[in-house]
């Protein structure tokens, strides 16, 4: 599976961007799509998680402000963020991996967000 960001950009904190996973081919409903995001000197963290059976995963960072979609018709998983902050700033990545595999098997090239204050 090939997996395209996109959406990334820069904006004013408080403001909203919304990012987008295209995956190349049917992504079936046994894998979790996910967005990551790693800033420069920090290791990479999951953001937020999405399974077809209605799981969801948000880090506390981003709990109440962005919201994960899957639209499993479109092989697409968004990534609503609203009240940027600044420390949201950084490379965003979406990753999928079947749900039986611990780790993320495949992965976007990533899109950068930038939130000035």
């Known amino acids: 599976v090939q997996l395209v960001e996109s959406g990334g950009g820069s904006v004013e904190s408080g403001g909203s961007l919304r990012l987008t996973c295209v995956g190349d081919?049917?992504?079936?409903?046994?894998?979790?799509m996910a967005w990551f995001r790693q800033s420069p000197g920090k290791e990479r963290e999951l953001v937020s998680s999405?399974?077809?059976?209605?799981?969801?995963y948000y880090s506390d960072s981003v709990k109440g402000r962005f919201t994960i979609l899957l639209e499993r018709a479109e092989n697409t998983v968004y990534l609503q963020m609203d009240s940027l902050k600044t420390e949201d700033t950084a490379m965003y990545y979406c990753?999928?991996?079947?749900?039986?595999?611990?780790?993320?098997?495949?992965w976007g090239q990533g899109t950068q967000v930038t939130v000035a204050s």
């Open positions: 990753a999928a991996r079947r749900d039986w595999v611990q780790e993320y098997e495949y």
């Open positions: 999405i399974h077809s059976d209605g799981r969801s």
């Open positions: 081919r049917y992504i079936p409903p046994y894998y979790y």
